[in-house]
């Protein structure tokens, strides 16, 4: 039976993807018949966009309530880590209320059962998530979903955090060997369809903690693959993984030691555990899309279109 997915966040990175993913048509509407967008603009183009393509697009105006999720088997919450944990809450709160079968907190990026250290991000995702939990009683499925870093974004910070590829050299906060997961939005939006369907049907099928891996890379992987690409020769050195972790634990504000911290620490490494057979047997429903397919794209440097 088809089911009814909505997505709250759809307008903004990750959503269009998730969207989109949904409106293919091995899944729609064979798998899910309707795929809602909530937004506080249907004028807007993202949203115009989407709904062009087939998804309804519902506007919601301050805090959602259970009405807006009347037949509702699945919301995927892709909201802006800038919404605060109270209005988050309230969207598990009227989902729960609703009936909604299948929840997704905003998770993704790290999986913080296993962070070393604390952060006001992840304190708040984990928080939101144990509540969802309890708000669902054990009827409403809540399943966190860790994709490790977003492909796409991976050159955004350059040099800052230890990329420069124009002057060839890549400076990482912990062991060059060490590896990091990166997953790519279309993939995680591929998987977020897969991991409705399997959930609502069953949700014993699907664990409450999922994590995806694209692809997993070291900083000696990066210099390997974007040297071989450019022509050139990529040096890579090291820094203290202990003060870069050090000056994050002192302004958790600085999201460049963040970003370095969990690109050189080895915290966000997937590759070894994780539930890609699970969304994507054997990569039989699709390529799993890595960092040398990106690297033939941008050589190493180019920022993103998140649009596309």
Request: charged share 20%.
């Amino acid at each position: 039976m088809a089911i009814n997915v909505a997505i709250a966040g759809a307008t903004g990175h990750l959503g269009p993807h998730v969207v989109r993913a949904l409106l293919e048509s091995s899944i729609h509407p064979s798998h899910v018949n309707r795929v809602v967008v909530l937004t506080r603009s249907a004028t807007s183009a993202p949203a115009q966009d989407l709904e062009a393509r087939g998804a309804e697009v519902i506007v919601i105006e301050g805090a959602p309530t259970a009405e807006h999720f009347q037949g509702i088997d699945v919301l995927i919450n892709v909201l802006s880590d800038k919404v605060p944990p109270e209005v988050r809450d309230t969207y598990a709160q009227a989902a729960a209320e609703a009936g909604v079968k299948v929840y997704f907190p905003n998770e993704f990026v790290a999986d913080a059962r296993v962070l070393d250290f604390e952060h006001p991000l992840y304190k708040m995702k984990v928080a939101h998530a144990k509540r969802a939990r309890e708000l669902g009683a054990g009827k409403m499925k809540v399943v966190s979903v860790y994709s490790g870093q977003f492909l796409e974004y991976l050159f955004w910070g350059g040099a800052m955090v230890g990329l420069d590829t124009s002057n060839r050299t890549y400076t990482v906060a912990g062991l060059p060997t060490n590896k990091f997961t990166v997953t790519s939005l279309t993939d995680i939006g591929k998987a977020l369809a897969r991991l409705s369907i399997l959930a609502a049907d069953s949700p014993t099928s699907v664990p409450d903690h999922v994590r995806l891996s694209g692809d997993a890379v070291s900083f000696t992987d990066l210099a390997r693959i974007v040297g071989s690409e450019r022509g050139e020769t990529i040096e890579v050195k090291t820094q203290s993984a202990a003060e870069t972790k050090q000056k994050l634990l002192d302004n958790p504000a600085d999201l460049i030691s963040l970003i370095k911290y969990m690109l050189g620490s080895g915290a966000t490494d997937f590759s070894g555990d994780n539930q890609n057979e699970l969304v994507n047997p054997e990569e039989s429903l699709w390529r799993w899309k890595t960092v040398t397919d990106l690297v033939k794209e941008n050589k190493g440097v180019q920022r993103p279109s998140v649009t596309n």
